[in-house]
């Protein structure tokens, strides 16, 4: 089992930045790719960013490209998600979550073993 905590959600105005943290508990953190993922009340769950399990690899949602940055320490169990030049769009609960691939860069929800709780990022106009 690998819990996941997210942190570092909030209230921002549009063009602010927050770092979001997933510090990750339980059987070791690395054999995992990271993901984050957010949802908008009556929207499905989408894509934000996923890292390798090295963290030499990462993709990302067009949205969010040029202006999040994934990132991961292995030795501290942690993985980020800094966000800069918000916009209101960006409202939602975002998620972090475990996938146990070896060499892939998984975009979509299913597939993703262990999930956070959320945190809630809101971005006033």
């Known amino acids: 089992q690998v819990q996941l905590v997210e942190s570092g959600g909030g209230l921002v105005q549009a063009g602010g930045s927050l770092r979001l943290s997933c510090a990750a508990s339980?059987?070791?953190?690395?054999?995992?790719?990271m993901g984050w993922f957010r949802q908008a009340p009556g929207k499905e769950r989408e894509f934000v960013a996923v890292i390798s399990r090295s963290g030499g690899s990462t993709t990302s949602a067009d949205s969010v490209k040029g202006r999040f940055t994934i990132s991961r320490d292995n030795a501290k169990n942690t993985v980020y998600l800094q966000m800069n030049s918000l916009k209101p769009e960006d409202t939602a609960v975002y998620y972090c979550?475990?996938?146990?691939?070896?060499?892939?860069?998984?975009?979509?929800?299913?597939?993703?073993?262990?999930w956070g709780q959320g945190t809630q990022v809101t971005v006033s106009s």
């Open positions: 339980g059987r070791t953190f690395s054999p995992y790719a």
């Open positions: 979550a475990a996938h146990p691939c070896t060499a892939c860069l998984p975009t979509a929800p299913p597939g993703y073993t262990y």
